[in-house]
């Protein structure tokens, strides 16, 4: 690499990191240091603080009393952890916040870290990790779930510990012995936790060995064969271990049957299978397919072609075919699947993301080259600016109600007038107000405070939704204002 080689490649990372900065501070932080949080990432913050308090199990967590007494819709071990937040720092919403962060860095040091390890014969190619990153955030349903507490984030994170692991060992061909098998068993202990947090969608790790072979051919298919059955040994293991134990195996029965059955057979499917799936993979793929076309447009109208020689044109087709097999192979599973929501590709776009990269580096690369030293330098300038605001932008957003202010005050006005003090409290509920989770989890993780069908447990309280159908003769209007909903006192 000449010198004024390098140094549009050191121009361009520094560029791509501070783009990449802007991007996390507008899209996730801002967001983040607000108060909201989609219900899910509430919810689950709410299992892991009342886990932390002594309420429900770790094998059966619990968020209410009206909801989700027995918490069956995922395994537990995210609540886990983030309930080890709770028990050091105490009931602070900074605990759901920071641990969502925590897997925004973990998974941006992963896939840095993998991103390297392939390059690392590859000097320029190496360096444009932050264009990995960059990529594999911009999907809107990536940055929107590491603002908002998703459990996706942790099925992100450990998968690509797992899929770290497996490049690790395969670096150095000659060396087949113990220390590739110590690696590939450490690569199965992730895949256990990847299913451990979200269920049979952990698995994909598994396929990592063999598309490593099928992909960059550095060891035999043979040790591909081999190191397949050892991950699925210590995954069936770690099940037939859990197995044995009364909670772990009714924790795992209430799973299968509340959630998983369930979804597999279509009963609580929604956005199905086939086409559908297909239509919300390409939605959610959309805005990396729209930069990768702009910017291979650009370099197709400026005349840019690839900069080396074909066997390391080669070996980059290789790598990136590495990544996106193992994207095709977290979303397989989803596209069969009856029940699919959008954030459900995120683990799989990381790896699609990055596998663009690949491809998309030398036409970046050339098109930045062509810009002037002042006009890099320029737009260095910049992006250092408007990273300042963006800055600014997460500092104003502190505190803030965020789109969720509209329920969070509906909880609070609930909760000052049914509940006194700081114990645990219900009210009841009738009509649509029941199916408002965003209520439901802010009441619980705000106030906990459960909210509970009125038919079957009458509570003093009753807050009055659309489409109530029981009789409310009995009640007197307490003249708090609820946007949506009445609440009324026996």
Known sequence: MSTSDARVILQLKTVLWLILAIFICLTILARLVQLSMFFDGTIYASIARNMAQGHGTPWTPYFS??????????????????????????DTIAVEKCFSF??????????????KRLHRNDAWMAAMAPFALLMAVIPGRVSWAFANGMLENQLTAFPLAALLLVVIAYEQPEEMGRKRLLLIAASGAFTVLCVATKGPVGLFPLAAPGLHWLSLRQISWRHALWDTLLLTLIV????????????PRDAIRRYLSVQLLPSLNGQRGHNGA??????????????PITAASILLITAHRLGIKVLDGFEQHELRLRRAAFLVSVGFSASLPLLLSPRVSSFYFNPALIYLSAGLSVILTPALVG????????????????LALFLAGAVLSVAANFGRPGGDSPAIENASRIADTACGGDGRCAVSGCGSVLQDWALHAYLQR???TSLEDDADTPHRFLVVGANCQENTEGFRETGVELERYRLLER
Not at 75 to 81: D, N, V
């Open 236 to 247: 069936t293991a770690a099940f037939v271990i859990l197995w044995q134990f009364e909670e």
């Open 367 to 382: 098109v930045f080259s062509r810009l002037s030293l002042n006009g890099r330098s320029r737009l260095q300038l910049i």
């Open 446 to 448: 705000r106030h906990k």
């Open 102 to 115: 925590l897997t925004l860095l973990a998974s941006g040091l992963l896939l840095t870290e993998i991103w």
């Open 65 to 90: 009393n009206g909801l989700f007494s027995a918490f069956a819709e995922h395994p537990p071990l995210m609540m886990w952890l983030e309930a080890i937040g709770f028990l050091i720092f105490g």
């Open 274 to 287: 086939g086409w559908a799936a297909v239509r919300t993979f390409l939605r959610v793929s959309a805005y």
